[in-house]
């Protein structure tokens, strides 16, 4: 229970007691998660002597397996698992024939691989601003479209949905593909349809932050089946495997110059432990965060993060904005000297303040789009260019939500956020003013 007393204790920041002794518990949605149901799937494949997909003395299938259950999953005819999240959105871009002269429009708050995948396919990366979701602005997303603009990137930050509405509506009339990057939100809905199956192909992470994992790995899903062997052959040194796994004297007139970003069993096999668990995650973790949210909903100076379609988000974090950058640092460091954990994604900035990304550096010179002669235009980054992303970022605070917390660590959060905003109010200090 929060009562009055609680609200005007002297904050650990300031030499008070802590809310907590400890921290909370770490915040990896599948990884915490990680038991017996993996180790046995794990334990299969090295008892079978078979870690590779294709073929071994008694090959399970576990990769082949995964991929059939989580293309029912995200509602796709087919699913290619692959060996992290950047390859599935590096094989995506190649299934697309994304190269030279072409844009990709990607929102300016991402992890750097929705960007450098992008570099590394010899295109360009233009950024777009975010809404109140934290998401893709729809509005800037079509004002950012030329006649070189060839994919859209929605990325799916945090476990809450794009309005991917009125994104696929925008693409379909100026004949964009929209390859979804849903790396951090495998789980998450919008009006009730997995992110994943909206746009032409997309891409999903299996990483050890993101919600469900297998250490590193990802999954490419599509409808189209020229998309599909097309990912197929760019995952796989550009050829169609048959039954029998070999390449050996496979000689097939459309293949085409590919890599190795293959999944192994061990891999797959965690996956396919992890997938089964995902709507036991979800259905913990969007109450929880909507119990922290509502607990906190009248304190004046939080803007909650909007959730576009509906409450169709994972739940592994609750965001909200305050009125100002300052404010928003000053009462992180408040609930970290709590025990509370919360914190600002990417340090509050945009991806292109990456210096890879703001200096254009790439491998060679010979490797850079923005250096090559086939593009006729001269692109450049500077912090300030998407300024209400810079904002929004720069003011938000990060609340995580764990798969393995209690009730009490639920209510300590609350606590914490109470007893930090009423010591503001109780001494009028203007810290949060």
Same mark, same amino acid.
């Given at each position: 229970?929060?009562?009055?007393?609680?609200?005007?204790?002297?904050?650990?920041?300031?030499?008070?007691?802590?809310?907590?002794?400890?921290?909370?518990?770490?915040? =990896?949605?599948?990884?915490?998660?990680?038991?017996?149901?993996?180790?046995?799937?794990? @334990? /299969?494949?090295?008892?079978?002597?078979?870690?590779?997909?294709?073929?071994?003395?008694?090959?399970?299938?576990?990769?082949? $397996? =995964?991929?059939?259950?989580?293309?029912?999953?995200?509602?796709?005819?087919?699913?290619?698992?692959?060996?992290?999240?950047? +390859?599935?959105?590096?094989?995506?871009?190649?299934?697309?024939?994304?190269?030279?002269?072409?844009?990709?429009?990607?929102?300016?708050?991402? =992890?750097?691989?929705?960007?450098?995948?992008?570099?590394? %396919?010899?295109?360009?990366?233009? =950024?777009?601003?975010?809404?109140?979701?934290?998401?893709?602005?729809?509005?800037?997303?079509? %004002?950012?479209?030329?006649?070189?603009?060839?994919?859209?990137?929605?990325?799916?930050?945090?476990?809450?949905?794009?309005?991917?509405? /009125?994104?696929?509506?925008?693409?379909?009339?100026?004949?964009?593909?929209?390859?979804?990057?849903?790396?951090?939100?495998?789980? +998450?809905?919008?009006?009730?349809?997995?992110?994943?199956?909206?746009?032409?192909?997309?891409?999903?992470?299996?990483?050890?932050?993101?919600?469900?994992?297998?250490?590193?790995?990802?999954?490419?899903?599509?409808?189209?089946?020229?998309?599909?062997?097309?990912?197929?052959?760019?995952?796989?040194?550009?050829?169609?495997?048959?039954?029998?796994?070999?390449?050996?004297? @496979?000689?097939? /007139?459309?293949?085409?110059?590919?890599?190795?970003?293959?999944?192994?069993?061990?891999?797959?096999?965690?996956?396919?432990?992890?997938?089964?668990?995902?709507?036991?995650?979800?259905?913990?973790?969007?109450?929880?965060?909507?119990?922290?949210?509502? %607990?906190?909903?009248?304190?004046?100076?939080?803007?909650?993060?909007?959730?576009? *379609?509906?409450?169709?988000?994972? *739940?592994?974090?609750?965001?909200?904005?305050?009125?100002?950058?300052?404010?928003?640092?000053?009462?992180?460091?408040?609930?970290?000297?709590?025990?509370?954990?919360?914190?600002?994604?990417?340090?509050?900035?945009?991806?292109?303040?990456?210096?890879?990304?703001?200096?254009?550096?790439?491998?060679?010179?010979?490797?850079?789009?923005?250096?090559?002669?086939?593009?006729?235009?001269?692109?450049?980054?500077?912090?300030?260019?998407?300024?209400?992303? /810079?904002?929004?970022?720069?003011?938000?605070?990060?609340?995580?939500?764990?798969?393995?917390? $209690?009730?009490?660590?639920?209510?300590?959060?609350?606590? %914490?956020?109470?007893?930090?905003?009423?010591?503001?109010?109780?001494?009028?200090?203007?810290?949060?003013?």
């Amino acid at each position: 229970m929060l009562t009055e007393k609680t609200n005007q204790e002297k904050l650990a920041l300031d030499g008070g007691t802590p809310v907590r002794k400890e921290p909370l518990p770490p915040c =990896f949605p599948g990884g915490m998660l990680i038991g017996e149901e993996e180790k046995a799937e794990v @334990l /299969e494949v090295i008892e079978a002597k078979s870690p590779y997909r294709y073929y071994g003395p008694n090959a399970l299938g576990k990769v082949k $397996t =995964f991929e059939q259950e989580f293309a029912a999953k995200i509602g796709k005819k087919r699913a290619l698992a692959v060996s992290s999240g950047t +390859a599935a959105l590096k094989v995506a871009l190649a299934a697309l024939g994304v190269g030279p002269r072409d844009e990709v429009i990607i929102p300016s708050v991402t =992890f750097l691989a929705s960007v450098g995948v992008t570099v590394m %396919a010899r295109a360009i990366p233009v =950024f777009a601003e975010i809404d109140n979701s934290l998401n893709l602005d729809p509005a800037d997303f079509e %004002a950012k479209i030329t006649d070189r603009t060839r994919v859209v990137m929605p990325v799916h930050i945090q476990g809450v949905p794009c309005r991917m509405d /009125e994104i696929m509506e925008i693409a379909r009339s100026c004949g964009i593909a929209v390859l979804e990057d849903c790396a951090q939100s495998c789980g +998450a809905t919008y009006d009730g349809q997995p992110v994943g199956s909206f746009g032409d192909i997309n891409a999903f992470s299996l990483q050890f932050n993101k919600v469900i994992t297998s250490g590193e790995g990802g999954v490419v899903v599509t409808d189209d089946d020229e998309l599909y062997e097309r990912a197929v052959r760019a995952h796989d040194h550009g050829v169609v495997r048959p039954e029998t796994g070999q390449i050996l004297e @496979l000689y097939q /007139e459309d293949a085409f110059f590919g890599e190795n970003y293959r999944m192994g069993e061990l891999a797959g096999a965690m996956a396919l432990a992890q997938l089964r668990k995902l709507d036991g995650m979800v259905s913990t973790l969007r109450p929880w965060r909507q119990r922290i949210q509502n %607990a906190v909903s009248d304190i004046e100076d939080f803007e909650f993060r909007l959730i576009p *379609g509906g409450d169709g988000d994972v *739940g592994f974090t609750l965001v909200f904005f305050l009125p100002a950058k300052e404010k928003a640092r000053w009462f992180i460091k408040a609930m970290v000297a709590e025990n509370v954990g919360v914190y600002q994604l990417y340090g509050g900035d945009p991806v292109y303040a990456y210096p890879q990304v703001l200096n254009q550096k790439t491998a060679t010179d010979y490797d850079s789009p923005f250096r090559s002669p086939l593009c006729d235009s001269k692109v450049k980054y500077h912090m300030g260019m998407c300024p209400r992303s /810079e904002d929004l970022l720069s003011r938000s605070v990060w609340v995580p939500i764990g798969t393995t917390m $209690t009730d009490k660590d639920i209510d300590d959060i609350i606590r %914490a956020i109470h007893k930090v905003v009423g010591w503001v109010k109780s001494t009028r200090h203007a810290r949060l003013k």
